[in-house]
Nanobody
Framework: QVQVVESGGGLVQPGGSVRLSCAAS????????MSWYRQAPGKERELVAA???????KYADFVEGRFTISRINAENTMYLQMNSLKPEDTAVYYC???????????WGQGTQVTVSS
């Protein structure tokens, strides 16, 4: 059984930092992508960053060098380090783990990040 669990969200001041974690267990595909998405109230879910099994990383344009996606293979845990946060970064952040052919596709429950003074 595949489980995807996010943690690390919370309230942070503008300009601050937060690190999100995503622990994925039971996922066995060797060719995969692990991604962070976010969804703000009234908006559609959007891709934030993706990390492919080959090591390639992709970021949304709005990241502008502020976020870093990484993974510790031995722990099957992915991270999203977010710096220089803005109020518009406020959203529920979701972890997604999928095989490259999308035959396997799993979501976490989401973690709230609120950027406010």
């Amino acid at each position: 059984q595949v489980q995807v669990v996010e943690s690390g969200g919370g309230l942070v001041q503008p300009g601050g930092s937060v690190r999100l974690s995503c622990a994925a267990s039971g996922f066995t595909s060797s060719r995969y992508v692990m991604s962070w998405y976010r969804q703000a109230p009234g908006k559609e879910r959007e891709l934030v960053a993706a990390l492919f099994s080959a090591g390639v990383k992709k970021y949304a344009d709005f990241v502008e060098g502020r976020f870093t996606i990484s993974r510790i293979n031995a722990e099957n845990t992915m991270y999203l380090q977010m710096n220089s946060l803005k109020p518009e970064d406020t959203a529920v952040y979701y972890c997604n783990v999928a095989s490259l052919d999308l035959s396997l596709n799993y979501w976490g429950q989401g973690t709230q990040v609120t950027v406010s003074s």
